[in-house]
């Protein structure tokens, strides 16, 4: 995944940030990978280079172990995050087909991002909400019985947020360029 404007120095900022706040050794790699993610969002892996680098282990190691946890997160998560249950109840409704319905509109698999970074879409165990089956939950909101024709739905009001928000900020960005011409 490509880094955006600006990311690589806030990644190098962040971990010697936790590496000086923290000791710097092999039993303390889980605690800082966990401080590291909490304020990046994920683990990048310049972070994970620069962390193996900083307590001296070698970069597999890290990655071994950023890998063999699903609490940790390899990509950026997307601005609109969609998490597919695939609990029992929601599995045995069809809720694999709906993970595919989503992958092929985003045109990523799971537990990936978009490289534009707009979606992310996870795999998520039980939510609570079985007699909704199958069920997505999108940017925190819960949503039930989701067909593929649901799934358009979904991506159509994203897509029109998506563009929306897009409009919104192109007048700001009309209006700093006219400023700095005079
Ligand atoms: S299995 Fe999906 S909400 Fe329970």
Do not use: W
Request: net charge negative; hydrophobic share 35%.
């Amino acid at each position: 995944m490509q880094l955006l404007e600006g990311e690589k120095e806030l990644i190098l900022a962040c971990v010697d940030e936790v590496l000086s706040n923290n000791s710097k050794n092999r039993e303390n790699l889980i605690p800082i990978l966990q401080k590291v993610q909490v304020r990046l969002g994920y683990l990048p892996p310049l972070a994970m280079e620069k962390i193996a680098e900083g307590i001296k282990v070698p970069p597999a190691d890290v990655y071994g172990l950023a890998t063999f946890y699903n609490q940790f997160r390899l990509n950026p998560p997307g601005k609109h995050q969609v998490k597919v249950c695939l609990g029992t109840a929601c599995y045995m409704a069809g809720g694999d087909i709906t993970l595919e319905s989503f992958e092929r509109r985003m045109k990523i698999k799971e537990s990936e991002t978009s490289p534009d970074r707009l979606y992310s879409l996870e795999r998520v165990a039980c939510v609570g909400c079985c007699t909704m089956a199958p069920v997505v939950v999108v940017d925190e909101e819960v949503e039930g019985k989701v067909t593929p024709t649901r799934v358009d739905g979904i991506m159509l009001a994203l897509n029109e947020e998506n563009d929306k928000s897009n409009l919104e900020q192109e007048p700001e960005q009309g209006r700093m360029d006219s400023d700095e011409l005079k």
